[in-house]
């Protein structure tokens, strides 16, 4: 059964720093292509990354280039979203995805599963 496990959300006033994990399981991690979406109230889900299988290649979301950075350790089966430079507009509840095919397909949304998504409060 596959399993993904988001942790790290929380409140954080606007400008700051939050990092998110994501502890795989049930799955060939190393095989998987990673990324993160997030939902806000009222809104659709939308992508923020994605990472390669091997980590090697990373797309974002024009709205958190440069603020944002999605990295991954094959060996420990996570994958983490460093995110800086908070606005309240980031605020949402953020969901780990895994394809089993390409980063190209996470960022196309055909996704093979998701977490249960932690939430992500910036106030202003």
């Known amino acids: 059964q596959v399993q993904l496990a988001e942790s790290g959300g929380g409140l954080v006033q606007a400008g700051g720093s939050l990092r998110l994990s994501c502890a795989a399981s049930g799955l060939t991690f190393s095989s998987s292509s990673m990324g993160w979406f997030r939902q806000a109230p009222g809104k659709e889900r939308e992508f923020v990354a994605a990472i390669s299988r091997g980590g090697g290649s990373t797309y974002y979301a024009d709205s958190v280039k440069g603020r944002f950075t999605i990295s991954r350790d094959n060996a420990k089966n996570t994958v983490s979203l460093q995110m800086n430079s908070l606005k309240p507009e980031d605020t949402a509840v953020y969901y780990c995805?895994?394809?089993?095919?390409?980063?190209?397909?996470?960022?196309?949304?055909?996704?093979?599963?998701w977490g249960q998504g932690t939430q992500v409060t910036v106030s202003s």
């Open positions: 995805a895994a394809s089993q095919r390409g980063w190209r397909e996470v960022v196309a949304v055909r996704v093979d599963y």
